[in-house]
């Protein structure tokens, strides 16, 4: 049993794969939503997703979070608003090959010590504005704000994106980006809130990647 603990320890939750902190975006007040009326797309759930990488003393570990429901409206090539709903349960590790591992580390992000699933089954993304980048790049074509909540707390963030469209598929892939996890008061084995954790120091930043892939609703004949 003494076995397993120490193996948590060393498999707990991680973002930053122990390279430099990657587009970090600070957490703000919440905003009003986007209410921009255009094209209604459907949202493919199982195409679109949520990666994830953290990080502590030690190791590290990636995975993914997969969307509940979605709405999205465009006008004309512009994004004009939209919402995601994030389901909490399917959080998963990808790196970890040795089931009990895994489950252990899964299971302990769904707990009280990180998402507190039981109570929070369910976080979301509101979009509030999308606006043409300024210095467009080849990963970047546009920059995305919105209202994440997680848990109790809902804040807005800021990121580029790359959104395209190919005959009636469109496609939003933002760069990867960094959130400090404890503004969301997901503060377990958090340095700047612990000062004694030593080696049970879990990174306070979480690296993700999102993809949304939808389609334009065909009218009815």
């Known amino acids: ?33 986007a209410e921009g009326a255009g094209q209604e797309l459907t949202v493919d759930t199982q195409a679109s997703s949520i990666h994830w990488k953290g990080s502590k003393v030690g190791g590290s570990h990636h995975g993914t979070i997969g969307l509940k429901s979605a709405t999205l409206a465009i006008n004309g090539e512009e994004v004009a608003s939209g919402s995601f709903v994030i389901d909490m349960n399917t959080i998963t590790d990808e790196d970890l090959t040795q089931k009990e591992m895994n489950d252990m580390l899964v299971n302990h992000l769904k707990s009280e010590d990180f998402f507190d699933v039981a109570k929070y089954p369910e976080s979301s993304f509101t979009i509030t504005k999308v606006e043409v980048a300024t210095t467009p790049t080849d990963s970047v074509s546009h920059m995305v704000s919105g209202n994440l909540k997680l848990k109790d707390v809902e804040k807005n963030i800021t990121f580029g994106a790359k959104i395209t469209k190919e005959n009636d598929i469109y496609k939003a892939v933002t760069v990867p980006f960094t959130i400090d996890r404890t503004q969301w008061n997901v503060k377990y084995g958090s340095k700047t809130l612990f000062a004694d954790l030593k080696e049970n120091i879990v990174n306070d930043n979480i690296e993700l990647q999102i993809t949304i892939v939808a389609k334009a609703v065909q009218p009815q004949q």
């Open 1 to 33: 049993m003494k076995t397993y603990f120490l193996a948590i320890a060393t498999l707990l939750f991680v973002v930053s794969c122990n390279t430099a902190t990657k587009n970090k975006v600070e957490g703000t007040d919440a905003q009003a939503a």
